[in-house]
């Protein structure tokens, strides 16, 4: 794909907050739990993971408070085989971690989410606290909306730093990954179209393209109008329905250079953690894309990944490739399989 770079010292760089996660263990309320589970999470990051757990390198933008929460974040961020080259530091009196806690629901409870990330540290990042040099340093730069709404501050760093990877020949992924809890449509909506044009590989679901964006037609007919209005040269929507809190099923459509792709969904996946699986698609559709394969194969690796991810705790997909080249193969074959890889 000729919009993308051939070479940098990164294939992937991402822009976002990174929190801690507080589960309560098993299915248990957040009202009833006296423990919780410590993980950390964070759309962009998740992105930058997921890809770089397949074979690309990534790295991520973020400011973290510089202190042990901090830190404990900083490591995660290395286990998940993200640089933690482009991390800023807040040594601030107001320094803080932003925190979520997730409770894990099961029919006909639904899943919950409750946030404590008001006035982060991320949420001081300035365009000139970020090295100068990062913007010739990768091929992709990946942002979703969720820091382009989180305070002013960070979303004017945010548009700035598309502004400037786009200047610098980078190319530019953008999940529209709308929250109603962050920003209301009509703020989101005169935005996010600002920024549309710049935005070569689009990620948006047909319920936001529908109701946020405010688009109608046939879902062909939405997908195709990113690229005829905006210039989007790649627009993947994914496709979930779902059956209960613990059974979903997932898939996706993308259109590129005029064509639409698909492939028959993952039926009955079991849910043990739904948080952070379309984060997964997003990384597997970019690590597709930048390892130089076709945009079929993107869209697998996409499906897969998130399919996947469903099936583990915490935000972060963990696949290595063997693993999703397993169930990818295993998606599209016929007949007998094995119950167990041994």
């Known amino acids: 794909?000729?919009?993308?770079?051939?070479?940098?010292?990164?294939?992937?760089?991402?822009?976002g907050e990174v929190m801690l996660r507080l589960s309560p263990p098993n299915k248990d309320k957040i009202s009833q739990s006296e423990t919780f589970e410590k993980n950390c999470g964070g759309s962009e990051f998740n992105v930058a993971s997921g890809a770089a757990n397949l074979g690309i390198r990534a790295a991520v933008v973020t400011k973290l408070p510089k202190?042990?929460?901090g830190h404990f974040i900083a490591r995660r961020i290395r286990y998940g085989n993200v640089s933690d080259?482009?991390?800023?530091?807040?040594?601030?009196?107001?320094?803080?971690?932003?925190?979520?806690?997730y409770e894990s629901g099961v029919y006909p409870r639904k899943s919950a989410v409750v946030y404590d990330r008001a006035n982060s540290s991320v949420c001081t990042l300035k365009l000139s606290e970020i090295n100068?040099?990062?913007?010739?340093?990768?091929?992709?730069?990946?942002?979703?909306?969720?820091?382009?709404a989180l305070n002013d501050v960070l979303k004017e760093t945010a548009l700035a730093m598309i502004k400037?990877?786009?200047?610098?020949?980078?190319?530019?992924?953008?999940?529209?990954?709308?929250?109603?809890?962050?920003?209301?449509?009509?703020?989101?909506?005169?935005?996010i179209k600002s920024i549309l044009p710049l935005v070569d590989i689009l990620f948006v679901s047909e319920e936001t393209s529908r109701r946020m964006m405010q688009k109608?037609?046939?879902?062909?007919?939405?997908?195709?109008?990113?690229?005829?209005?905006?210039?989007?040269?790649?627009?993947?929507?994914?496709?979930?329905?779902?059956?209960?809190?613990?059974?979903?099923?997932f898939g996706s459509r993308v259109y590129y250079d005029g064509k639409f792709y698909e492939e028959p969904i993952y039926e009955n996946i079991e849910v043990i953690d739904r948080v952070g699986s379309g984060d997964a698609y997003v990384a597997g559709v970019l690590y597709g894309i930048l390892s130089g394969g076709s945009i079929e194969?993107?869209?697998?690796?996409?499906?897969?990944?998130?399919?996947?991810?469903n099936t583990v705790s915490g935000d972060m997909s963990v696949s290595s490739m063997e693993e999703v080249q397993a169930v990818m193969k295993s998606h599209k074959a016929t007949g007998h399989q094995d119950e167990m890889v041994r």
């Open 216 to 249: 109608t037609g046939t879902l062909d007919e939405i997908m195709k109008s990113y690229s005829d209005e905006y210039g989007c040269k790649i627009v993947a929507t994914t496709r979930r329905e779902v059956v209960s809190p613990t059974k979903h099923n």
């Open 85 to 101: 080259d482009y991390i800023i530091w807040d040594e601030s009196d107001q320094k803080r971690l932003g925190i979520y806690y």
């Open 1 to 15: 794909m000729d919009f993308i770079k051939k070479d940098a010292d990164f294939d992937l760089i991402s822009f």
């Open 67 to 69: 202190n042990k929460m």
């Open 164 to 191: 400037r990877m786009k200047e610098h020949g980078v190319a530019i992924s953008f999940d529209v990954n709308y929250r109603a809890s962050l920003w209301s449509e009509e703020e989101a909506r005169k935005v």
């Open 132 to 148: 100068d040099e990062i913007y010739d340093k990768t091929r992709v730069f990946h942002i979703s909306s969720i820091s382009l």
């Open 297 to 309: 194969d993107a869209m697998s690796y996409g499906n897969a990944l998130s399919a996947i991810k």
